[in-house]
């Protein structure tokens, strides 16, 4: 049965978070449907060339995203982790290259280096917002917004890499006595269940963009998925989701005008509610 926007309506609870898991399926739907409606009947050269190179990170990301979901089911949560990183890189670099997809997916296929990519993950995101300013024609951008928005991948990349407060918090040794520590588990409990959940909704959305960016630029309706985006957007805000330890952080880490601006937004949003 595929699910509709419709039925998201129906799934909002504030008691068990059904919403997200529902959320998760509807996009991962749209993924696997991704290449319906594409024009191909009438591209140039350059074009088929940029629309492989797409098709290969939507091909990636409905991998990863899969691969997400049956990880954070099971519990694993440092391996969902790295895989949630790769993922919305993924997502990012595609929402690059779709800015200019012929001569973009052209540098994509012309590097040949190992151990760099051809654009930075931080240049990727400011160059992203960048054209969604464009896109919007208005040209406006909110304070920090490239921090805030990379503020997600550094959290990733800190489960990704085995930060230490990380890995300690979700492996917390005083929770197990030696003989269950040392062995093979998952490592969630109860208190990580909306962990899990932030976890995965980051990644959905923005893999989501980069599917509307790509519709917007080789399909022939992109309506939808915006109309999609917009719903999602409105109907996460009515579940409150309880930072988890593993994301929290200080002034220590962050120049203090960035925090002051951070902790107004959460102001903000406790208000709009």
Request: net charge negative; hydrophobic share 35%; aromatic share 10%.
């Amino acid at each position: 049965m595929e699910l509709t926007i419709k039925d998201l309506e129906l799934v909002v609870n504030d008691q068990n978070k059904t919403l997200y898991s529902s959320i998760y399926d509807i996009i991962l739907l749209q993924f696997e449907d991704a290449l319906r409606n594409t024009d191909v009947g009438n591209l140039t050269e350059e074009r088929k060339s940029a629309l492989g190179t797409c098709a290969i990170y939507l091909n990636s990301l409905v991998e990863l995203l899969h691969t997400l979901r049956e990880l954070m089911d099971k519990g694993y949560i440092e391996s969902g982790g790295a895989v949630a990183t790769a993922c919305w890189e993924r997502a990012i670099t595609l929402r690059k290259i779709l800015i200019n997809p012929e001569l973009n997916a052209q540098i994509h296929t012309d590097h040949e280096l190992a151990k760099k990519t051809p654009w930075s993950i931080y240049d990727m995101v400011c160059d992203v917002l960048a054209n969604e300013g464009k896109v919007k024609k208005n040209g406006s951008k909110r304070p920090y917004e490239e921090k805030i928005f990379y503020l997600q991948y550094t959290f990733l990349s800190s489960i990704k890499h085995g930060n230490p407060h990380t890995i300690s918090y979700l492996y917390r040794p005083g929770y197990s006595s030696d003989e269950k520590l040392f062995r093979f588990k998952p490592n969630d409990s109860f208190e990580d269940k909306d962990l899990k959940i932030y976890i995965k909704m980051i990644v959905a959305d923005n893999a989501l963009d980069a599917l509307i960016d790509y519709s917007k630029a080789f399909r022939t309706e992109h309506n939808v998925l915006k109309e999609l985006s917009g719903q999602i957007d409105s109907l996460i805000c009515e579940v409150e989701l309880d930072v988890p330890p593993i994301l929290r952080t200080t002034p220590e880490e962050m120049t203090q005008d960035y925090w002051d601006h951070l902790v107004e937004l959460g102001k903000k949003r406790k208000f709009s509610r």
